[in-house]
């Protein structure tokens, strides 16, 4: 008698574990879809924050890009003759055009003769850089000499002792 208990129990303890799995597999699944779920949403909020952290850093620097630019995010590549046709469209000289993306106009001159490389954010500048026309690139020059005058001016002005 005590076999047939033993084999009864086994059959019972058995059954009850495909009982168990079959009710907690379903659950098991479900866990595992929302876990890549939710591995998915945190990297698209990582990239979203990457995005609203650039076009910030761009609004700070008063430039602005296209919506295709940003969906592009880090596939922006550098092009020597991207900038020299650039600040040709735009019809400035390359010590106006260095004004705008605050630099040199010798760092200008070696962009566009490919001996160096803009770093990251004098890239996003470039890039902001891209959609501006003739009168907004000279808009936003007479407002950068502007600001230019003042800051001098504030410099110069000295209150007595």
């Known amino acids: 008698m005590t076999t047939f208990a033993i084999a009864l129990k086994d059959e019972i303890r058995r059954v009850a574990r495909k009982e168990i799995r079959a009710q907690t597999g379903k659950q098991a ?3 595992t879809r929302y876990r890549r779920e939710i591995a998915q949403l945190k990297r698209q909020q990582r990239e979203n924050e990457k995005k609203i952290a650039r076009l910030e850093a761009l609004a ?3 430039q602005h890009v296209t919506v295709g630019e940003i969906e592009r995010g880090g596939k922006l590549r550098f092009s020597a ?5 650039q600040r ?3 019809g400035l000289s390359a010590a106006d055009y260095a004004k705008l993306v605050g630099v040199s106009p010798l760092t200008i001159y070696n962009w566009e003769h490919n001996k160096s490389r803009p770093r990251n954010g004098q ?5 902001g850089l891209r959609g501006l026309g003739k009168r907004e690139a000279q808009a936003r020059l007479t407002q950068l000499s502007a ?5 001098d001016t504030k410099r110069r002005v000295r209150k007595p002792k």
């Open 123 to 127: 890239f996003e500048v470039l890039v």
């Open 147 to 151: 600001s230019e005058r003042k800051t």
């Open 81 to 85: 003759r991207s900038v020299k046709a």
């Open 29 to 31: 699944r479900a866990v």
């Open 60 to 62: 700070r620097n008063g």
């Open 88 to 90: 040709r469209r735009t």
